[in-house]
Structures are given as structure tokens and as C-alpha cells.
């Protein structure tokens, strides 16, 4: 049974003595330049991380039209990230693994 603070082995009559399991840990990282903060940029955040701050640069200097572009930009590569995230398939990968009364429903 899987909850929000994790997993509950419920075994019935079986009681098995090993699972194996597919989790993602929760990231707890605060990023910034302060005292117990991540200044490591995690890859997936980097080219739009760049773009936006390229966006931020061009508005300071009053460049307004390049900063709207930058922006969409930005955002498209966000997008992007998220889409290549979705495609790794990784809820079907784990609803796979982990039986519960919702996906043993479901007839693959």
C-alpha cells in the first residue's frame, strides 16, 4: 500500500520475508549561495536556468523584445525537459512493479 510517506508491505496470508521495490527519492535540496544551500545545478534545470537569466540580463539593459524572446525560449526548453521526462515512461515502469488494487484491476 503506498501512502505519502511511502510504502506498506501488506502481505495477507503470504508473509513473504523479501520485496522488491521502485522508488524515486524525494529531492530535499534548497539551491542558492548561502549557508547549508546546493549551488550544483541539476542538468535538467541548466539551458533554462541560462536562458532565463539571459532573458533577466536583457531586460535590465532595457532590451525589451530580445527579453520576451528569451523568455518564450526559456520556456520551451522547460517544456521540453518535462515532455523528455514524461517519455521516459517511468509511471508505467513502476505501476509494473508495485501491485495494488488499483493496477491489478487494469488488464495489460
Not at 496470508?13 to 549561495?33: M, R, S
Not at 533577466?56 to 528569451?70: F, M
Amino acid at each position: 500500500m503506498i501512502t505519502a510517506n511511502g510504502a506498506t508491505l501488506v502481505s495477507g496470508g503470504l508473509n513473504p520475508t523479501e520485496a522488491f521495490v521502485t522508488y524515486k527519492a524525494q529531492l530535499t535540496d534548497t539551491y542558492g549561495d548561502g549557508s547549508g544551500e546546493s549551488t550544483t545545478i541539476p542538468a535538467e534545470w541548466y539551458q533554462y536556468m541560462a536562458h532565463g537569466t539571459y532573458a533577466d540580463y536583457l531586460r535590465a539593459e532595457g532590451q525589451q523584445e530580445k527579453s520576451v524572446i528569451a523568455d518564450q525560449e526559456a520556456e520551451l526548453l522547460l517544456q521540453d525537459e518535462m515532455i523528455r521526462l514524461d517519455e521516459n515512461h517511468t509511471s508505467g515502469l513502476v505501476s509494473n512493479r508495485i501491485f495494488t488494487n488499483a493496477n491489478m484491476q487494469m488488464r495489460y
